[in-house]
């Protein structure tokens, strides 16, 4: 593997086994994965020689904090001089690799909180290092230390010695003081991407021999939140467990995680409203040992792969080929209402006597509110409101826009003008703008139009667009007048547009909450009506 320096499988102790994640810990820059944002600036720093006196490195657990700055003071101290890459065979690089190099005072800040021992270690400071060219002092979990153990360091910082550097790693900065953030170059090392590890533990697999399939590996990848050094741990466990390789079912019976096919058999069930056949698959589930925290999490992180799969087709390919077929029929707002079910119900978990009774209640919520297929309200639970998909079989008429404006005599000046105003050749901005107007006369001599004061100064500007557009549709010169309408006289175009709307919503509304599912709801849980969906557009309250 190229890139890559294997320590030996056994210790210098014979027959002691040496774990990966120790084994495989990166000796060279080259061996960091995923923290290109960190290595460069670093290496720049040692090539360059602009070297900061502290360094502070950040992160969640396994990302190679105090890893790097181990191989900084490789870099610091090796004998061929300091550059970004080490030799790695002189006696400072070995001992630093080893732990045995005098002048890399390592401190595990949670075991030294004390300022009496943060002094006596820092009292050594002003003497010159033993052997090497830096005396370097890392201090892991440096958030730990106590207030008076950071004045002392500040004191240090403020003004170190030339010859000391300090590497401090936490993975908690909020804790640390300004002053001492202040003095120090911060690096922050992200957490891994489930990719990048599975790449990585293909990498080191293959090196050490171990056969491992693709799914097992991203398993364990998954677990190891973000963590190389977790992963790595876990995958050393899986090892012991699958007899020399790596398995997808061992793996999930070591995490004891809930199968893939597991959770697309609820949902299925779930959708086809099922009941006997989804608690029927819940006995199996626990008779066979099923943890049903993991399981409701598997239900999460199914729905979660759903809702991608409604808009991305990539996550569609990816989702058990019977949810594939039935994922696009299903509504986003029912998919998200379940998904909230299930988040609120895995917050209460530890609320209820004992895991079983946990699960059933959440499986009976989304039975309850499962909707058949047809036109029927979606309701949706968040903790504290519910969103309705209201759609009517008998929906209040609409306006449509004709393809002819009919005989003016038999409309209304402002029924001829909603109806002549989509087929005039103007923008869709000077459209929207000729709506806030009330007809007085509409016909192909003469158009009288009363402006909404608010938007007179707007419409005045659009007359010559408009006589244009009324001649062209016309094939006459038409007359048009201008006036102001008087406000709250009457209704213009927008206004009535927006009372018929109004007046729909009010009624699906009333339909939606005369629903006795929804009655249900509200009476077990505080909720209000949030939402509608009416002909696929979402219409607040």
Same mark, same amino acid.
């Given at each position: 593997? &190229?890139?890559?320096?294997?320590?030996?499988?056994?210790?210098?102790?014979?027959?002691?086994?040496?774990?990966?994640?120790?084994?495989?810990?990166?000796?060279?820059?080259?061996?960091? @994965?995923?923290?290109?944002?960190?290595?460069?600036?670093?290496?720049?720093?040692?090539?360059?020689? %602009?070297?900061?006196?502290?360094?502070?490195?950040?992160?969640?657990?396994?990302?190679?904090?105090?890893?790097?700055? %181990?191989?900084?003071?490789?870099?610091?101290?090796?004998?061929? $001089?300091?550059?970004?890459?080490?030799?790695?065979?002189?006696?400072?690089?070995? $001992?630093?690799?080893? $732990?045995?190099?005098?002048?890399?005072?390592?401190?595990?800040?949670?075991?030294?909180?004390?300022?009496?021992?943060?002094?006596?270690?820092?009292? !050594?400071?002003?003497?010159?290092?033993?052997?090497?060219?830096?005396?370097?002092?890392?201090?892991?979990?440096?958030?730990?230390?106590?207030?008076?153990?950071? !004045?002392?360091?500040?004191?240090?910082?403020?003004?170190?010695?030339?010859? @000391?550097?300090?590497?401090?790693?936490?993975?908690?900065?909020?804790?640390?003081?300004?002053?001492?953030?202040?003095?120090?170059?911060?690096?922050?090392?992200?957490?891994?991407?489930?990719?990048?590890?599975?790449?990585?533990?293909?990498?080191?697999? &293959?090196?050490?021999?171990?056969?491992?399939?693709?799914?097992?590996?991203?398993?364990?990848?998954?677990?190891?939140?973000?963590?190389?050094?977790?992963?790595?741990?876990?995958?050393?466990?899986?090892?012991?467990?699958?007899?020399?390789?790596?398995?997808?079912?061992?793996?999930?019976?070591?995490?004891?995680?809930?199968? %893939?096919?597991?959770? &697309?058999?609820?949902?299925?069930?779930?959708?086809?409203?099922?009941?006997?056949?989804?608690?029927?698959?819940?006995?199996?589930?626990?008779?066979?040992?099923?943890?049903?925290?993991?399981?409701?999490?598997?239900?999460?992180?199914?729905?979660?792969?759903?809702?991608?799969?409604?808009?991305?087709?990539?996550?569609?390919?990816?989702?058990?080929?019977?949810?594939?077929?039935? @994922?696009?029929?299903?509504?986003?707002?029912?998919?998200?209402?379940?998904?909230?079910?299930?988040?609120?119900?895995?917050?209460?978990?530890?609320?209820?006597?004992?895991?079983?009774?946990?699960?059933?209640?959440?499986?009976?919520?989304?039975?309850?509110?499962?909707?058949?297929? $047809?036109?029927?309200?979606?309701?949706?639970?968040?903790?504290?409101?519910?969103?309705?998909?209201?759609?009517?079989?008998?929906?209040?008429?609409?306006?449509?826009?004709?393809?002819?404006?009919? !005989? &003016?005599?038999?409309?209304?000046?402002?029924?001829?003008?909603?109806?002549?105003?989509?087929?005039?050749?103007?923008?869709?901005?000077?459209?929207?703008?000729?709506?806030?107007?009330?007809?007085?006369?509409?016909?192909?001599?003469?158009?009288?139009?009363?402006?909404?004061?608010?938007?007179?100064?707007?419409?005045? %500007?659009?007359?010559?667009?408009?006589?244009?557009?009324?001649?062209?549709?016309?094939?006459?010169?038409?007359?048009?007048?201008?006036?102001?309408?008087?406000?709250?006289?009457?209704?213009?175009?927008?206004?009535?547009?927006?009372?018929?709307?109004?007046?729909?919503?009010?009624?699906?509304?009333?339909?939606?909450?005369?629903?006795?599912?929804?009655?249900?709801?509200?009476?077990?849980?505080?909720?209000?009506?949030?939402?509608?969906?009416?002909?696929?557009?979402?219409?607040?309250?």
């Amino acid at each position: 593997m &190229a890139g890559w320096r294997r320590l030996p499988k056994f210790s210098s102790m014979v027959g002691v086994y040496q774990a990966l994640a120790r084994r495989w810990r990166p000796q060279t820059f080259a061996d960091f @994965v995923g923290q290109e944002t960190v290595v460069k600036p670093l290496r720049h720093a040692l090539d360059s020689g %602009r070297l900061h006196h502290a360094f502070l490195f950040t992160g969640t657990r396994g990302v190679g904090k105090t890893t790097l700055a %181990r191989l900084l003071a490789k870099c610091l101290n090796c004998e061929q $001089g300091v550059s970004s890459s080490p030799c790695g065979e002189c006696s400072a690089c070995r $001992g630093i690799a080893q $732990g045995s190099f005098v002048d890399l005072l390592e401190v595990d800040a949670a075991s030294r909180t004390r300022v009496d021992e943060t002094r006596d270690l820092l009292d !050594n400071v002003q003497y010159a290092p033993s052997v090497g060219r830096y005396k370097v002092y890392l201090i892991d979990e440096v958030h730990m230390l106590s207030t008076h153990s950071f !004045n002392a360091l500040l004191k240090t910082l403020e003004e170190p010695p030339a010859h @000391v550097k300090f590497l401090l790693a936490t993975t908690d900065p909020q804790k640390i003081p300004a002053t001492i953030l202040s003095r120090c170059l911060q690096f922050h090392l992200r957490r891994l991407e489930p990719d990048q590890i599975v790449a990585r533990l293909q990498q080191i697999l &293959a090196a050490e021999g171990i056969a491992a399939s693709t799914e097992a590996l991203a398993a364990l990848a998954q677990a190891a939140d973000g963590s190389l050094r977790d992963a790595l741990s876990l995958t050393d466990q899986a090892i012991a467990q699958g007899a020399g390789q790596v398995d997808l079912d061992t793996v999930v019976a070591m995490l004891g995680l809930c199968p %893939r096919d597991v959770a &697309a058999n609820f949902l299925l069930a779930l959708l086809d409203r099922d009941a006997q056949r989804v608690f029927a698959l819940l006995q199996e589930q626990l008779a066979l040992g099923q943890d049903a925290a993991a399981l409701l999490d598997a239900l999460i992180e199914e729905l979660h792969r759903m809702g991608l799969a409604q808009w991305l087709e990539e996550a569609r390919r990816q989702l058990p080929p019977a949810l594939q077929e039935r @994922v696009t029929a299903q509504s986003p707002l029912l998919l998200q209402s379940w998904y909230h079910i299930l988040l609120s119900a895995r917050r209460d978990f530890a609320l209820y006597p004992n895991t079983r009774m946990a699960i059933e209640m959440a499986l009976l919520r989304l039975l309850a509110f499962l909707l058949p297929e $047809g036109p029927q309200p979606a309701l949706s639970a968040p903790a504290t409101t519910v969103s309705v998909e209201a759609k009517t079989a008998t929906p209040m008429p609409r306006a449509e826009p004709p393809a002819a404006v009919p !005989n &003016a005599a038999a409309l209304s000046p402002q029924a001829a003008w909603e109806a002549l105003l989509p087929q005039l050749s103007v923008s869709d901005a000077q459209r929207e703008f000729l709506r806030h107007s009330r007809a007085r006369r509409c016909d192909a001599s003469r158009l009288e139009l009363a402006l909404d004061p608010a938007y007179e100064s707007l419409l005045r %500007r659009e007359e010559d667009a408009l006589r244009a557009a009324l001649r062209a549709y016309w094939q006459a010169d038409t007359t048009l007048e201008i006036t102001t309408l008087a406000t709250g006289a009457e209704a213009t175009l927008a206004q009535e547009s927006a009372a018929r709307s109004q007046a729909e919503r009010e009624a699906i509304a009333a339909a939606a909450l005369a629903d006795p599912r929804l009655q249900e709801f509200q009476q077990e849980l505080p909720a209000r009506l949030l939402r509608l969906e009416i002909d696929g557009r979402i219409h607040p309250l």
